[in-house]
């Protein structure tokens, strides 16, 4: 650790933003903010054994933080050099509905590129702010390609999504908020990509509030900041794989690694199931749609990843989640805590087996969600049949006891999930 508990590394390097960047920006992006105060979770509290604070950035206008630095960027061309030849960005989601509002609010005209698969409810609200969208490449990497092409060719404005001291001082603003919104804050948890919102928010905390710890939170397949940490630079990952496509970043960028290491105090990560997890909590207990990318924070704070008993301030940065993913999420997340079994189970192929297992899963007071009884196509010997049941549970713990409740009753049972 570097001073005062930060992360080794240089205290200035050239293009780091100060506290006068990010209150320009406040000053300039505030009108076009909705507030987003911030609430207390009794729930999640519980949980985690310390006091949460969810920031709700998926609140925010476009459903992210992004419109922050976006709109900090964009309005600041529009100023100088009229409309122009407009601006052009490549995203597969937060970040192009960002630009495209941005744009739309400051009279620009937007391009954006988009991923072939990118989820369609992103890429038309990006097209209801008033952008060209175009699909381009398999990922995000080759949209962003195409995208600096396009400002290449044309002269419009490549506007990235986290690379510039503009980005960086207007997602910066989420950290002024909290800084004056959570007076007893001891940590606050950034979800972690490219890491624009990271640099922003512990450089606002090092000026305001320097006894507030900061902490960048990671997937653990994507964890680019980790890895730029760890070597001293930034390097690139081979792939990246995680469900919180939001921060599904290969490599962040100098000018954010130089923030991380000079204000930030830690950069943990977490697992796809710990992730799951958090985005069902949100649902159930904080009443919040959040998408994988911003309920890492959460994770982190679930998983006793963030160490010390202070009020923790976890920000939700975005929650524009594909309801086919949603659904999906819910279903691993479930899983992922125990909250209900798939089994396997072997019968004899005579009248009367299914009763006995039925009668003695209802014997047990558990709620059979559903059950498949399969015959033929089975590689089982003739005088035999496979059922997989699916049965609510309480928690890991009580999976394991019915499994155990099951094999004791002579059932020959496999756990699926």
């Known amino acids: 650790m570097g001073p005062h508990g930060r992360l080794p590394g ?18 300039r992006v505030g009108p076009v903010l909705r507030p987003t105060p911030p609430d207390r979770s009794d729930s999640l509290s519980r949980l985690a054994g310390r006091r949460v604070v969810l920031k709700p950035e998926h609140l925010q206008r476009t459903g992210s933080y992004k419109i922050r630095g976006a709109y900090n960027l964009v309005s600041r061309l529009a100023a100088q050099n009229g409309q122009g030849p407009g601006v052009v960005a490549g995203s597969a989601g937060n970040h192009a509905q960002g630009v495209a509002l941005a744009a739309s609010l400051t ?9 072939t698969n990118a989820p369609l409810p992103k890429v038309e609200a990006t097209r209801s702010y008033g952008a060209t969208v175009r699909l ?7 949209a962003i390609a195409a995208a600096q092409e396009h400002a290449r060719s044309t002269g419009a404005t490549y506007v990235p999504p986290f690379d510039d001291p503009l980005i960086v001082a207007g997602q910066g603003t989420v950290g002024l908020e909290v800084g004056e919104e959570v007076d007893d804050a001891s940590v606050v948890v950034v979800p972690t990509g490219g890491g ?3 640099s922003g928010v512990a450089t606002a905390l090092a000026h305001t509030r320097r006894d507030v710890r900061v902490v960048g939170v990671q997937a653990a397949g994507a964890a680019a900041m980790r890895a730029a940490l760890d070597a001293g630079h930034c390097v690139c990952l081979d792939q990246v794989a995680t469900m919180a496509d939001g921060i599904a970043v290969r490599q ?4 954010t690694l130089a923030h991380v290491r000079a204000y930030v105090d830690d950069v943990v990560t977490v697992t796809e199931e710990e992730i799951s997890q958090a985005v069902v909590l949100l649902l159930e207990r904080a009443k919040a749609v959040v998408e994988p990318a911003g309920a890492v924070g959460v994770a982190a ?4 990843k963030i160490p010390g008993t202070g009020t923790a301030v976890a920000i939700l940065s975005g929650g524009n989640v594909d309801p086919l993913l949603l659904i999906r999420l819910i279903d691993h997340g479930l899983s992922a805590a125990g909250r209900y079994l798939v089994l396997r189970i072997v019968l004899d192929d005579r009248p009367g087996s299914l009763a006995l297992l039925t009668g003695a899963v209802a014997a047990m007071g558990l709620n059979v969600l559903s059950v498949e009884h399969h015959r033929s196509g089975v590689a089982l010997p003739v005088e035999e049949v496979e059922v997989l049941m699916t049965v609510e549970t309480r928690d890991p713990s009580h999976r394991d006891e019915v499994v155990r409740d099951l094999r004791q009753a002579g059932f020959r049972v496999e756990l699926v999930r």
Do not use: H, Q
Not at 107 to 115: E, K, S, V
């Open 10 to 27: 240089t205290r200035y390097r050239r293009g780091v933003i100060g506290l006068r960047d990010i209150r320009d920006a406040r000053a």
């Open 107 to 115: 009279g620009l005209t937007a391009t954006i590129f988009m991923p």
């Open 136 to 142: 381009e490449g398999a990922g995000v990497y080759e």
């Open 196 to 198: 624009g919102l990271l």
């Open 252 to 255: 962040v960028s100098d000018l």
């Open 301 to 304: 704070l679930l998983a006793g």
